[in-house]
């Protein structure tokens, strides 16, 4: 099975009401499209990262009573789990898809990337585009776009990575659902590629 792009109906299982039943549409229509992307892009993202990456397909297996409002797949360098450490992401809202570098509120790398990208910063913010976005949350749709973090909004995001324990960093391409809709699959891998490759710097920075 190639992996096919996402469609309109694949945004809209975020508008089916209930945990039960959302997740049911979920598993059936969104889960194997991440999970055969997640296994095309591991061996080009292993080559970039020079390190085997492992494919993680969002379970929700958390979740009680709220119906998940996104989902995902990540790669990360490890076999058991990805949340511990800095990994990359191809997922969706309702709202669009985002192609994102994150370190969450489980790892302890977040101290590490926050002294490095203090350190770099000059470098880092000239080189990617401007319609990357960051984010401190995610599980909130929204972020701020690159070329609205200012001084001051780099200086907030690097101090809450080095003293709030659940602080979170997030950085990546948003492209909204419309347009989504319209990538082929093979462009779409080409897309996520060129991303990840333009995010590399942002993962080394982690270590």
């Not at 494919?55 to 360098?77: E, G, L, Q, S, Y």
Request: hydrophobic share 40%; with cysteine.
């Amino acid at each position: 099975m190639n992996f096919t792009g996402f469609t309109s109906d694949d945004f809209d299982v975020f508008l089916v009401p209930g945990l039960e039943n959302r997740m049911s549409v979920l598993i059936e229509r969104v889960r194997p499209k991440l999970e055969v992307l997640g296994a095309e892009i591991a061996p080009y993202l292993s080559a970039l990262c020079g390190e085997e990456m492992f494919v993680h397909v969002a379970k929700h297996a958390r979740r009680t009573i709220n119906p998940p409002i996104d989902t995902w797949v990540a790669w990360a360098a490890n076999k058991r789990g990805y949340k511990a450490l800095p990994h990359f992401e191809v997922g969706m809202f309702e709202s669009h898809l985002f192609i994102i570098f994150a370190i969450i509120y489980e790892s302890p790398n977040k101290v590490v990337f926050a002294n490095h990208l203090e350190q770099q910063l000059s470098d880092i913010t000239s080189k990617l585009p401007k319609s990357y976005y960051w984010s401190m949350d995610h599980m909130k749709p929204d972020g701020t776009p690159h070329d609205e973090m200012d001084q001051e909004s780099f200086d907030v995001l690097i101090n809450k990575l080095k003293q709030v324990k659940k602080a979170e960093v997030i950085c990546g391409l948003r492209i909204p659902r419309e347009e989504a809709v319209n990538i082929k699959g093979d462009k779409l891998i080409e897309t996520i590629q060129e991303t990840f490759e333009t995010l590399l710097p942002l993962y080394r920075m982690a270590f």
